[in-house]
């Protein structure tokens, strides 16, 4: 649709009310504001979702692993031989034999329950989010009965690199006098840093032959983990990962052990969407409501313009383009708030926190240390075009109207 000069100079005029007009330039000025808010609000949910899915699956996979393969009775024995030959299957990275086992922590200042988990410091050296959250100092000292613990764990339980930490697990040795506790007290030689609370709060990392021991797994181990070429796309490997070991052990990925949390997220995602989107949708209804006013109150200067030769298309062009206009500034506007928000979300964040002295992204019920965002071009221009549709539609009608005026009958009553 083209826009004269002589369109675009009405329209733009009879978005200036005048002082007896000033009801319909508020409807206008909120119209505007509405959009503005609801392009600013969906950019910014939109990016902080995407945020959340992406540093919770890199984090998942920079520690869990794509693929784990257990054992269906007692330790997985051989794990070396089991090693190369899960190496030399297409599209598999990396294997890292693990022990695992649920354990009491405790310390002078308290005690509860983690998760300890048997590692080479190789394969943490060889983990990038693993190697970025330890001291290399720490990972040097990584071995015989030294540990490293979550940073939140180490704060509750109120130690630091260089104490010590008693772990005691419930599924002792059989004695005479029945079944007794393995405790044993370990070297702190460091703390982690992961930046999710599930694991900085709840995870001790320990000397595979060290945890093997303690756990009694002999020369086993309770695990391997296996990191794919493509995470997304596991089939292949698990198919071929099952011709290997057979029926002796079982084979959990990824996306079946986080299932319910990228369910969760994408399900959000797309709830505050669509409940976003109604703020949009109501500005576009204000806009309707205004311009309906704007074209009963216009009705004698239409009437004018159309005995001065004015086609009903150039009416209908001059109230589409003020009612669009509304609509172009209201989603530009939220355009660029919704984006630098977005961009700085967690600078933002602190800023706020800093005056009003209340913690406002709490890590025990978000997972995160920080809030994540991630600008995805792709949901910038759905946003933007979805607003700028119905900006547009929401001056159809109203429009029409105009343009069907019957300038005999608006001037005969004037």
């Known amino acids: 649709m083209i826009f004269g000069q002589f369109e675009r100079m009405v329209a733009f005029r009879y978005l200036r009310a005048r002082r007896a007009e000033g009801f319909v330039s508020v409807i206008a000025i909120f119209s505007l504001l509405g959009i503005m808010l609801g392009v600013a609000t969906l950019i910014i949910v939109m990016s902080v979702m995407n945020g959340f899915r992406i540093e919770f699956v890199n984090h998942i996979l920079g520690i869990e692993g794509h693929l784990s393969v257990l054992s269906a009775k007692g330790p997985l024995a051989d794990f070396d031989a089991l090693d190369k030959r899960i190496r030399a299957i297409p599209g598999v990275v990396a294997a890292r034999p693990q022990v695992q086992g649920q354990v009491l922590a405790s310390t002078n200042s308290g005690s509860t329950g983690v998760l300890v988990r048997g590692m080479r410091a190789d394969d943490i050296a060889a983990q990038p989010l693993l190697a970025g959250a330890v001291d290399p100092a720490a990972l040097a000292q990584f071995k015989d009965d030294g540990v490293i613990v979550g940073v939140r764990l180490a704060q509750r339980l109120g130690v630091a690199a260089g104490g010590n930490i008693t772990i005691v697990s419930p ?39 060290a945890a093997q021991l303690f756990f009694n797994t002999g020369t086993g181990v309770t695990s391997v983990e296996i990191f794919a070429k493509d995470p997304d796309n596991l089939d292949a490997v698990r198919a071929a990962l099952g011709e290997l070991i057979g029926p002796s052990a079982r084979i959990v ?40 006013m704007m074209v009963k109150d216009k009705g004698h200067d239409i009437a004018i313009l159309r005995t001065m ?70 949901d910038v221009v759905t946003v933007v075009a979805m607003a700028f549709a119905l900006s547009f539609l929401a001056t159809l009608y109203p429009s029409w109207r105009a343009a069907r005026l019957d300038p005999v009958e608006a001037l005969r009553y004037e």
């Open 171 to 209: 599924n002792g040795n059989a004695t005479a006098f029945g079944t007794m506790p393995r405790i044993k007290t370990y070297k702190i030689v460091g703390v982690f840093d992961l930046g999710m609370y599930q694991y900085d709060n709840n995870m001790i990392m320990m000397p595979l032959a």
């Open 253 to 292: 990925d990824w996306r079946q052990t986080q299932a319910s949390y990228i369910n969760a997220i994408e399900i959000e995602r797309n709830v505050m969407f669509l409940i976003l989107t109604l703020i949009i949708l109501v500005a576009a209804f204000n806009i309707i409501s205004g311009m309906i």
């Open 309 to 378: 030769g004015a086609t009903r298309g150039m009416i209908l062009r001059i109230f589409i383009l003020s009612g669009a206009s509304i609509g172009v500034v209201g989603t530009f506007l939220g355009f660029v708030i919704g984006t630098e928000f977005a961009l700085h979300i967690e600078s933002i964040r602190q800023f706020v926190q800093d005056i009003v002295g209340v913690n406002l992204f709490s890590a025990e019920i978000y997972f995160f240390t920080r809030i994540p965002a991630q600008v995805y071009a792709s």
